[in-house]
């Protein structure tokens, strides 16, 4: 039995997926750690899984009408969406993330999620083509911006014979993101404070023209969001992004690299530094005071690079304050596993996070990463999830490397 489960209480909201029928496994499992589960079925719910085996594997009764007068009398539906620790949405059908991130309140489910102030967690769970439509795709950044974590989906065999994203979690990883989240009630990450990058840099060329790079800031901008809601204190040093800053996260905005590496190093010492960033390996030597003319002799073919300072590495061999854990990241093209390799011995970072950026993959920009956990015991291949994913996971892992050092020097 896991201490982060013992006696906590857990708000299961089922809807209406195929998916449903794995909730029964969740239950067992979460059940069998020490934890209380209260489940809500939605209307639709009820045509997957039945109310006798959802009561009969909680040992509670099964709620789903908001307007049943008993249940109402016996805890309310405030009460229901309060006397919790975590709600979990599984599997979040299309229909509940749109009507969550548009703060419907039309049954119980939704009115529960309207009403609550405890954490939610979603395990998203539809057809391909469902969740990559535009409408899922905006749903699901609001509600990421919301503050909703989410566990998967995975990308694997979907009910109606196609393969591809859209499967829900398995419930032993969401048992685990479940147990992530308890732990954050707690503030695994409490007293730590991290740094961390994100965004590319701008390398001016003349007042009005730079050098950059197709980076979104979408990943390091969700690890931050998800480190700060560990409890951890999080500076996020950003370079020029369409992003919002992350909620509880203090965020310094930069342009070029030099200003990253100056802003990283005002805010030595930090427990873990992270660089998410995309910092450009080069900059103009001379950047023009004024604007290049179209017809100077200057033209940009003419331009003069020299190399930019390397934050990963100053970070990582940073004599006195040279963080805890440093982690970087390797966005290649090819030879993933060798080439991150070579970088984190290259570097003498502790970790890194390979990815593969090769256009095909859509991973710059996009909304999706398949990381490998490159360490100097070995590596880890992670399925492709969501960014918001990847950042609860590797939140996840800091704070276990930290538990796992405080038990050793105890
Ligand atoms: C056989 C079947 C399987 C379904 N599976 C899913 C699913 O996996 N994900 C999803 O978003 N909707 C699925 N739907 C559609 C939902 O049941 C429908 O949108 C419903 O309104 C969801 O209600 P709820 O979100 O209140 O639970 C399925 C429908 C049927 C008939």
């Known amino acids: 039995m896991n201490s982060e489960f013992k006696g906590k209480r857990v708000l299961l909201i089922i809807g209406g997926g195929i998916a449903a ?18 489940v ?12 006798l085996s959802v009561a009969t594997l909680s040992g509670e009764k099964v709620h789903g009408d908001l307007f049943d007068l008993t249940d109402e009398l016996e805890i309310g539906h405030i009460q229901l969406a309060r006397d919790t620790d975590l709600v979990v949405v599984a599997p979040a059908t299309a229909n509940l993330m749109a009507r969550m991130a548009h703060g419907l309140a039309d049954d119980l489910a939704t009115t529960a999620l309207l009403a609550t102030d405890k954490p939610v967690l979603i395990a998203p769970a539809m057809n391909t083509r469902m969740w990559e439509k535009p409408a899922t795709r905006r749903n699901l950044a609001r509600l990421i911006d919301d503050g909703v974590r989410t566990v998967g989906p995975n990308e694997g065999f979907l009910a109606e014979g196609e393969s591809g994203m859209g499967r829900m979690a398995e419930p032993a990883e969401i048992l685990a993101a479940i147990g992530q989240c308890l732990k954050a009630g707690a503030g695994a990450l409490a007293g730590k404070r991290i740094l961390i990058t994100s965004g590319p840099t701008w390398e001016a060329i003349d007042p009005v023209r730079y050098i950059a790079n197709r980076s979104s800031g979408k990943q390091g901008h969700a690890i931050a969001a998800s480190l700060a809601r560990l409890g951890a204190e999080v500076v996020l040093v950003s370079g020029p992004v369409a992003l919002p800053d992350p909620q509880g996260v203090r965020t310094i905005r930069v342009e070029s690299a030099r200003q990253m590496l100056e802003a990283c190093e005002r805010e030595l010492p930090v427990d873990a530094a992270i660089c998410a960033a995309a910092v450009a390996d080069w900059r103009v030597e001379a950047e023009a005071g004024q604007k290049i003319k179209k017809k100077a002799k200057s033209a940009p073919g003419g331009l003069n690079l020299v190399e930019n300072p390397d934050i990963l590495a100053s970070l990582s061999r940073h004599g006195a304050h040279r963080p805890q854990l440093v982690i970087g990241f390797a966005a290649e093209t090819e030879n993933l596993i060798e080439h991150a390799r070579v970088k984190l011995t290259g570097k003498g970072c502790d970790w890194i996070l390979a990815n593969d950026v090769s256009p095909a993959r859509g991973v710059l920009g996009g909304d999706e990463n398949t990381i490998h956990l490159v360490t100097a015991g070995g590596s880890e291949a992670w399925p492709k999830m969501h960014k918001s994913a990847v950042a609860e ?14 038990k050793a020097a105890e």
């Open 21 to 38: 029928y794995k909730c029964l496994d969740l239950i067992r499992r979460l059940r069998e750690q020490g934890a209380v589960v209260r």
């Open 40 to 51: 809500i079925l939605t209307a639709s719910a009820r045509q997957f899984v039945t109310e």
């Open 393 to 406: 996971a590797l939140a996840g892992r800091i704070a276990d490397h930290f538990a796992t050092s405080r």
